[in-house]
Nanobody, 112 residues
Framework: QVQLVESGGGLVQTGGSLRLSCAAS????????MAWFRQAPGKEREFVAG????????YYADSVKGRFNISRDNAKNTAYLQMNSLKPEDTGVYFC?????WGQGTQVTVSS
């Protein structure tokens, strides 16, 4: 099983940027795909973006296409989510997911 720790959340104004990181340990990170999800207050957790084990294939929710970029550095056992042109509706707790494991989440707040 893999252990995941997210970081990089914070408070940002509309139009700003943040980069989230997900550090993995406990299993060969480079052999598994991973994804970012988010959960806004009072809403269900939703898929944001995913990346294959190699980093070649990426997937995005329609709501973030063209604004967010997911990547990974297998040498550092870390995945990233670069978030640009942030909107208030991007506010929520962002979670890293891989191999049926979840991190503790990192809060992202976008002020209008």
């Amino acid at each position: 099983q893999v252990q995941l720790v997210e970081s990089g959340g914070g408070l940002v104004q509309t139009g700003g940027s943040l980069r989230l990181s997900c550090a993995a340990s406990g299993r060969t990170f480079s052999s598994i795909g991973m994804a970012w999800f988010r959960q806004a207050p009072g809403k269900e957790r939703e898929f944001v973006a995913g990346v294959s084990w190699s980093g070649v294939s990426t997937y995005y929710a329609d709501s973030v296409k063209g604004r967010f970029n997911i990547s990974r550095d297998n040498a550092k056992n870390t995945a990233y989510l670069q978030m640009n042109s942030l909107k208030p509706e991007d506010t929520g707790v962002y979670f890293c997911n891989a191999d049926h494991s979840w991190g503790q989440g990192t809060q992202v707040t976008v002020s209008s």
